[in-house]
């Protein structure tokens, strides 16, 4: 039963930083397409960014391009997810997952995790 785990969010003022990580709870996601996903209250779950495991290409949905960035941690073993510039409308709760077909809109491999509450208040 694959499952990912989030971890690093919180309450962070607007135009502030968060940095969240992806851990893959008995393997390395070194092999895997790893898309960072965010579910805001009352609205759909977002595709948001995502990174190949072939070239570790990198992928970003409008909302948060510019502001995210998304990449391997292989000291760490984690895909990592570095919000800047943080908006109240970034207020979601961040979940990770491998992607069944390389792509946010592809479908994923497992089932969601508990996800990470990011909350951009002042």
């Known amino acids: 039963h694959v499952q990912l785990v989030e971890s690093g969010g919180g309450l962070v003022q607007p135009g502030g930083s968060l940095r969240l990580s992806c851990a893959g709870s008995?393997?390395?996601?070194?092999?895997?397409?790893i898309g960072w996903f965010r579910q805001a209250p009352g609205k759909e779950r977002e595709g948001i960014a995502s990174i190949s495991n072939i070239d570790d290409k990198t992928y970003y949905g409008d909302s948060v391009k510019g502001r995210f960035t998304i990449s391997r941690n292989h000291a760490n073993l984690t895909v990592d997810l570095e919000m800047d510039s943080l908006k109240p409308e970034d207020t979601a709760v961040y979940y990770c997952?491998?992607?069944?077909?390389?792509?946010?809109?592809?479908?994923?491999?497992?089932?969601w995790g508990q996800g990470t509450q990011v909350i951009v208040s002042s």
């Open positions: 997952a491998i992607l069944s077909r390389g792509r946010l809109d592809g479908g994923i491999f497992g089932s």
């Open positions: 008995e393997f390395t996601l070194d092999y895997y397409p």
